[in-house]
């Protein structure tokens, strides 16, 4: 089918340039018997080039063919349309691509999880190592989660204030921020401003995940605050004084009778963060946008009432605001940069183990534990790594040996998969490793609307490509494995955006 296609796409584009040839004189092409111009020549010609393009993207399985086809087959029935009599039959190929197209956006395909594989070849990693050794298992990794019952988003992008571009209020109940409501200030330099009420401590050093990381946090009485998420909707009144002296107003009402039907979603949380501490994993389960019709939204900045932005595409037959919420988040960071001592696991019990928060599935490669997977659950929600092959026992690593596989993060089936690549090498029992997140984020979303969106937009899918862990481990003797490990940005301009 893949070469059917492209075979397609390229002897359609190839047609195309008799049109060029016939209006640039370089031939006699008798199968054309209507005049041709210069300039629409050359229409001729990118229509050519952007047809064989998206045969091209297309065999190279490039999620962008599509934007060169669909604009390939416009200006191909543009020239049907104005030399009907010789190009009529040009109609064909483009009704079977457009075909294509659609059949492409029509069909939802869950992303496959991987499944555990085979060990790999004892020998490639542990060498001659004593068949009968197993050594404890040392594990690099950890994830930790930042507990909080409710976020809610709303950008003023298109009507900016001079410091602000968007506004995040967040709701806490826990016993480590505390409880109350906090607010992020998206700002026009990138960077982010929290305001909290006095009945939550949050930590600083998190939210250099966030933007450009942190500007200022400030403590500040809100006064009958509120942000509730209910089956009618966001309800919110949130006020509070900004760091020049202006009050800030944040009001939403929804009164909508209409159906919502929530989504699961990967928040683009990390998309702009220069100097990441971790890998940011923005679970956002029931996520959904606030309606236009029967809601009352408004941003107060100061004397001046700013306009919410809209979403261009209805979403389920609704207009809908760029805000949205999730009444059941889960915040996780994966591997938060360390620089310290890494104590072996426990012995395992029927191949799992657990340390601390975290539950590991182990197998046994020879007489050796390997790690199949790696989680941490939050409330009934769950992060979970695995590996295929399973991620070796870096104490038994032979001295030369490299290994690599891919690795996978998933929560509940609604938020998709990231997918991406491992590799630990052993240089004269120096230990370095790498996570490198390049599948990106594998959306299982069955709407339309959101599909043609995450085409369009393929920040959505893309950011986690631009993340890259390393960490060095070393020991001396029987010492324990001291590592340092961190995070790095990758950076491509289209990333760096507001959320």
Known sequence: ????????????????????????????????????????GLLWLATALTLATAGVLWLLQMDTWWIAAITGVILSQILVFLYWQDARFGTIPNVIIMIVL???????????????????????????ADPGKNDPLISPFQIEIDPMERLLLINIEK?????????????????????????????????IDVYHQPGLSPDPEKFDIAGKGLANMLEREMDGALFEITERGAQAQITFQDLDGRMIELHLEERSNRARKPFGLLAPMGQAAES???????????????LRNDTDL??????????????????????IYFARYSPDPLIATLNPAFDGVLHPLAEPVNNTVTSGEIRYEL??????????????????????????????????????????????????????LIRGEYSVQNRNGEINIELIPSGGWLPNEPKLTLRFLYRMVPMFKEWPTTYRWTANLQRTGDDPFMMKSSW?????????STP
């Open 102 to 128: 659609v059949a492409g956006f029509l069909r939802h395909s869950p992303p496959q999880p991987i499944s555990a594989s085979e060990p790999a070849p004892f020998e490639e990693r542990y060498g001659a």
């Open 363 to 416: 197998t046994l490669n020879g007489p050796v534990y390997e790690v199949q997977s790696f989680s941490r659950a939050y409330k009934d929600r769950e992060v979970k790594v695995s590996f295929s092959p399973a991620f070796p026992n870096v104490g038994t690593l032979m001295v030369g040996a490299e290994v690599s596989g891919i690795f996978e993060i998933a929560g509940d089936p609604t938020t998709g």
């Open 298 to 319: 408004s941003v107060k900045i100061g004397d001046r009432y700013h306009e919410p932005d809209t979403f261009p595409m209805p979403l389920d037959f609704s207009r």
């Open 1 to 40: 089918m893949r070469t059917i296609v492209f075979i397609l796409l390229l002897i359609h584009g190839l047609i195309h340039l008799m049109g060029f040839v016939k209006a640039f004189g370089l031939a006699e092409i008798s199968e054309l018997t209507l005049p041709i111009s210069r300039g629409w």
């Open 488 to 496: 790095e940005r990758m950076f491509d301009d289209q990333f760096k």
């Open 159 to 191: 009507d900016p204030d001079s410091l602000y571009v968007g506004f995040e209020p967040q709701a806490f109940d826990d016993d480590i921020n505390g409880t109350g409501i906090l607010v992020i200030g998206w700002r026009t330099d990138g960077r």
């Open 276 to 290: 990441p501490s971790a890998m940011p994993l923005v679970l956002l389960h029931d996520f959904y946008f606030v």
